[in-house]
């Protein structure tokens, strides 16, 4: 019996971007056409390698800098929650490169909320697991301020529960802007802690 299922919940890729290792403390990332993507990620990406250093996402785990897989390779926003940032932000836009994204798909209600360990699949079978909604960060938010002025102070606000998901290479390939990514879903009920 398969441990994932299928949904209709689809979105397209609207934007690809490629963000390289920086010498500032900004993010600066930039559109691409296509991604061609390997088990640890897009090669020569800020954010690729099979391993990483632990960061403070997980330090409850793991002291800061300690090795550990890189289930953080690949940003995806939404279309639909970049378009809201800005709204919040009062700006008429934000940009997928100020916020280091590397997929922003559309058509996808609630897209940071989708469930971890999800899969995202395009039609070739590249296929990219949810690990889990990535954060706010100041990086961004320097970086918008940078672009536009003040209003990137309000980034972290208006970004919470909107930043997306992180993600990693499951099974690799190429994905270009327009590919639908279909989604597969945990076949496991919600957990109820007491």
Known sequence: MPALIPTDHTGRIVWLGHV?????????????????????????????GVTRPSCS?????????????????????SAEDLAAIAADMG?????P????ASIVVEGIADFTHIPPSSRLQAPDGTTLVVDMANRPCHLPALTIEERVGPAGKEFK??????????????????LSLGDTLRIFIPDQRSWNAP
């Open 20 to 48: 390289p290792h920086r010498d500032r403390p900004v993010v600066e990332g930039a559109p691409v056409d296509e991604m061609p993507l390997g088990f640890g990620g897009l090669v020569g990406e800020v954010h690729s």
């Open 57 to 77: 996402r997980v330090v409850a785990l793991h002291p800061k800098g300690t090795e550990i897989a890189n289930t953080r390779q690949i940003t995806i926003l």
């Open 91 to 95: 700006l008429d836009r934000v940009e």
């Open 157 to 174: 606000r208006a970004a919470k529960g909107r930043r997306g998901v992180t993600a990693w290479v499951e099974r690799p390939g190429r």
């Open 97 to 100: 490169g100020w916020l280091g």
